[in-house]
């Protein structure tokens, strides 16, 4: 059984950066896409970036480009996102998925399969 968790989530003051990890067990990690997608409070779910079965394409909303960085280590099957330069308006929890096929890469939330719980990260101004 697939399971996906995540960590390094916190509280942290407007500019200041954090680095969530999300690690996988179960099921095959380095032939699938990943991706980190964040859901605010009565806001619909966004998809903050998504990276390729072996790290050579990644993604990025518009919102979060040039300060989240997305990355994996298949060896250890964790994916991590770097938030550097992080605003108010990036408060929210942040999960991982997993792609539902192998070798492709796509950000609309029904194409992952496996979903994390959710790390809470909190912008203060």
């Known amino acids: 059984q697939v399971q996906l968790v995540e960590s390094g989530g916190g509280l942290v003051q407007a500019g200041g950066s954090l680095r969530l990890s999300c690690a996988a067990s179960?099921?095959?990690?380095?032939?699938?896409?990943m991706g980190w997608s964040r859901q605010a409070p009565g806001k619909e779910r966004e998809f903050v970036a998504v990276?390729?079965?072996?790290?050579?394409?990644?993604r990025y909303a518009d919102s979060v480009k040039g300060r989240f960085t997305i990355s994996r280590d298949n060896a250890k099957k964790t994916v991590y996102l770097q938030m550097n330069g992080l605003k108010p308006e990036d408060t929210a929890v942040y999960s991982c998925?997993?792609?539902?096929?192998?070798?492709?890469?796509?950000?609309?939330?029904?194409?992952?399969?496996?979903w994390g719980q959710g790390t809470q990260v909190t912008v203060s101004s």
């Open positions: 990276i390729s079965w072996n790290g050579g394409t990644s």
């Open positions: 998925a997993k792609y539902r096929a192998s070798y492709d890469i796509g950000v609309l939330a029904g194409a992952y399969a496996y």
């Open positions: 179960g099921g095959t990690f380095s032939i699938y896409a």
